[in-house]
């Protein structure tokens, strides 16, 4: 996703004046983490969106997918929910959804609560959100 979709979207997207995930990245850079680079921000974006995907399936009581991932994700996590905003109900480039929708299957069909309580159970102590963004490190 990060390689061959979110990086090649923004560089589109450059080309074309659009600000759809630019929107995101420069958001990010600005509001976030100054120098962030569009190759750290679509690292972070991939992951964020894993991330949420994950979150809002450990929420979510009936049938999921990406369209009601962002009925699920909780209202004071501001900036996920504007990117679930547009992942689950905007205008997704084709080859962005069919990755999302892919990921959201495997979610779907996934025993979450399971997987959080071995998790639990086995890193007493650690944060899970923390294996989400494990390998982005903050410019500098």
């Not at 399936?57 to 004071?76: E, L, N, Q, S, W």
């Amino acid at each position: 996703m990060r390689d061959e979709v979110i990086a090649e979207e923004i560089k589109e997207e450059e080309k074309n004046r659009a600000k759809k995930i630019l929107g995101f990245y420069e958001a990010f850079e600005r509001y976030l983490i100054r120098g962030l680079t569009k190759k750290q921000f679509a690292n972070l974006y991939s992951q964020t969106i894993t991330y949420g995907l994950f979150a809002s399936r450990m929420r979510c009581k009936g049938k999921f997918d990406r369209k009601v991932a962002v009925y699920d994700i909780p209202h004071t996590i501001g900036i996920l929910r504007e990117m679930f905003d547009f992942v689950s109900l905007g205008d997704l480039p084709p080859q962005l959804e069919w990755i999302v929708d892919d990921i959201s299957d495997v979610l779907a069909h996934t025993d979450v609560k399971k997987i959080f309580s071995e998790f639990f159970r086995r890193r007493k102590g650690e944060d899970p959100v923390f294996h989400f963004y494990e390998t982005f490190h903050r410019p500098g």
